[in-house]
T-cell receptor, first 119, second 112 residues
Framework: GAVVSQHPSRVICKSGTSVKIECRSL??????MFWYRQFPKQSLMLMAT?????????EQGVEKDKFLINHASLTLSTLTVTSAHPEDSSFYIC???????????????FGPGTRLTVT | GENVEQHPSTLSVQEGDSAVIKCTYS??????FPWYKQELGKRPQLIIDIRSNVGEKKDQRIAVTLNKTAKHFSLHITETQPEDSAVYFC???????????FGTGTRLTIIP
């Protein structure tokens, strides 16, 4: 199947600083990528839909000025957590569907996730 | 928007017995229902999925059933093994709207 990577896998930062997380589709082009956040022992919550060449679409309750998303190419989306605080500590996961697999193939491929710890 | 409920939140099953996890969804436009297995600190892994034009799908020890009228779908694992222990999530999405709405998860423990 298609492969999605994320970098870094783990990051620790100080409160008030910004952190950038990269999501790459390695063997396919993704016009759309999704960013999820998962707190311990909870489900995945969609934060935003990243659209190549246009603005991201944020879910209700997600601050777009705090979680900056840039989808500058068909294989790369970045999530920047600005002015991070301890409550932003979480597991961030991206996903994408391979559009070349056809309109009737719905499977999404997930990145391995990034564990963010804000101290 | 879509809302997916999942039950039970925890499930303990004797090795070799069957496990069943149930989900309900709210949006009648949803037509794709994947199930994921997630181990601690890892990405969700797709284990089986079903589209709304099918009522049941089976892959070895794993099966999924869908009742569109009642808006619910279930995961069935037979002959459970210790390596089936993990957290399982159901999800729903619709054609043309690829974003997934996840259920709350079920922690499955297989007792040897």
């Amino acid at each position: 199947g298609a492969v999605v990577s994320q970098h870094p896998s783990r990051v620790i930062c100080k409160s008030g600083t910004s952190v950038k997380i990269e999501c790459r589709s390695l063997d396919f082009q993704a016009t759309t990528m999704f960013w999820y956040r998962q707190f311990p022992k909870q489900s995945l919550m969609l934060m935003a839909t990243s659209n190549e060449g246009s603005k991201a679409t944020y879910e209700q309750g997600v601050e777009k000025d705090k979680f900056l998303i840039n989808h500058a190419s068909l294989t790369l989306s970045t999530l920047t957590v600005t002015s991070a605080h301890p409550e932003d500590s979480s597991f961030y996961i991206c996903s994408a569907r391979d559009p070349s697999s056809g309109i009737w193939t719905y499977e999404q491929y997930f990145g391995p996730g990034t564990r963010l710890t804000v101290t | 928007g879509e809302n997916v409920e999942q039950h039970p939140s925890t499930l303990s099953v004797q090795e070799g017995d069957s496990a069943v996890i149930k989900c309900t969804y709210s949006d009648s436009a949803s037509n794709y229902f994947p199930w994921y297995k997630q181990e601690l600190g890892k990405r969700p892994q797709l284990i089986i999925d079903i589209r709304s034009n099918v009522g049941e799908k089976k892959d070895q020890r794993i099966a999924v059933t869908l009742n569109k009228t009642a808006k619910h779908f279930s995961l069935h694992i037979t002959e459970t093994q210790p390596e089936d222990s993990a957290v399982y999530f159901c999800a729903a999405s619709s054609f043309g709207n690829e974003k997934l709405t996840f259920g709350t998860g079920t922690r499955l423990t297989i007792i040897p």
